[in-house]
């Protein structure tokens, strides 16, 4: 047997929904090199990069005829389903939000249950809110988030737990917190503003940021998130015993904190405090999470601290900016 042969009966055949999005764009040349590039398959929907290679579809995760056809074209073993509205653009948009983040994650649960399909799912530390401990918030504990997009959160997790209880669908979730990288732009969250702040201090040019000084998030370096992403996927099923999505944390931070550190590099940049309709988005979320089951059920743990974070950051985005 050819080298080939063995590699396309090894191989996964992966949907992914979301694939030009901040995760998907670092996500899909991860999951191209481990399972062929023949194997991903790119569900894209308004944006399609020009120098994107690969096996492309395009369409609307909301549209459940359009995927029943993906899914008789292609055999697929696994989807990692990360198309979604995010918390700035969910609270203008309240009711697409609802109907692709939930309309969306019904179809393909119900897609991946009927053809025994592995599911990846991303919730987010919005499903917390302002009744939820700020500090080292536990996995177990009060979720009344007070934006649609969190309340889409926490419906979609009770969703898959209740499709793994119920049809014993292998479907998998990360809280994830607010992720900062270089390769795309993030896409309408509350924590955008630590992105923004590497390009402007780069580009010479002065911030003014949404949310006040002293805020402070949970957040993560993309290449850790995706390390976590493939780790949790590749974890043995017995060891997964959180079906709506596990808390996963790596540094925490408040605003000015960041700009301190992006001063080390540019001490000329300056930052003003504007607070906008996000503060309120960023005031019902934590300031740090455990992840401690994560860390126990399937060996997680994080390489980036707010340093290195800040170093890679710069280091890339200097190259790709000038
Ligand atoms: N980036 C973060 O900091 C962060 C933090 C927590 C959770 N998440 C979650 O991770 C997932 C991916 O996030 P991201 O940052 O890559 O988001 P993103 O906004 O960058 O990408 C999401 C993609 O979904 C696509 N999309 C939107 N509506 C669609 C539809 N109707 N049909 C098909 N595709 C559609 C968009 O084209 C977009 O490219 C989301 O579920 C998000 O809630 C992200």
């Known amino acids: 047997m050819s080298h080939s042969e ?20 670092e996500l899909v040349p991860e999951l191209q090199d481990k399972h062929g590039k023949e194997n991903v398959v790119a569900l894209g929907h308004n944006y399609i990069p020009d120098d994107y290679e690969g096996v492309l579809e395009q369409g609307d995760v909301k549209d459940k005829e359009f995927l029943e056809s993906l ?33 969306g994650l019904k179809n393909i649960l119900d897609l991946a249950r ?12 919005a499903v917390f809110g302002p009744n939820t401990p700020m500090d080292d918030t536990p996995q177990h504990t009060i979720l009344e988030p007070v934006t ?13 737990q209740y ?27 509350t924590t955008d503003y630590a992105v923004e702040m590497f390009y402007k201090a780069i580009q010479g040019e002065k911030y003014t940021c949404f ?4 805020t402070q998030l949970p957040m993560m370096y993309m290449e850790d998130a995706i390390e976590g992403t493939l780790q949790l996927m590749e974890a043995d099923e017995e ?37 906008d309709e996000r503060q309120k988005n960023a005031d019902s979320w ?13 060996g997680w743990d994080h390489k980036y601290d707010l340093e290195k974070m800040a170093e890679v950051m710069i280091e890339n985005l200097e190259e790709k900016l000038n």
């Open 286 to 298: 934590p300031n740090s999470v455990d992840d401690s089951k994560a860390r126990e059920d399937w």
């Open 71 to 103: 899914w008789e074209k292609y055999d697929f073993d696994v989807v990692y389903h990360l198309a979604s509205l995010l918390s700035a653009t969910g609270e203008k948009r309240p009711d697409l939000a609802w109907s692709v983040n939930m309309d």
């Open 114 to 125: 009927e053809n025994d399909n592995k599911v990846f799912w991303a919730s987010s530390i």
């Open 6 to 25: 063995v590699n396309i009966i090894m191989s996964k055949r992966v949907l992914v929904t979301g694939p030009f999005g901040q995760i998907g764009s």
């Open 148 to 160: 649609m997009y969190g309340v889409t959160k926490v419906s979609g997790e009770l969703l898959c």
């Open 211 to 214: 949310v006040r000084e002293d």
């Open 239 to 275: 060891d997964i015993t959180i079906r709506t999505s596990y808390n996963h944390s790596a540094i925490s931070f408040r605003a000015d904190k960041l700009v301190e550190e992006i001063q080390r590099y540019y001490p000329d940049f300056e930052v003003e405090y504007e607070p």
């Open 163 to 189: 499709y793994n209880e119920k049809f014993g669908l292998d479907v998998r979730g990360l809280r994830y917190p607010g992720l900062l990288s270089w390769k795309e732009k993030p896409g309408g969250g």
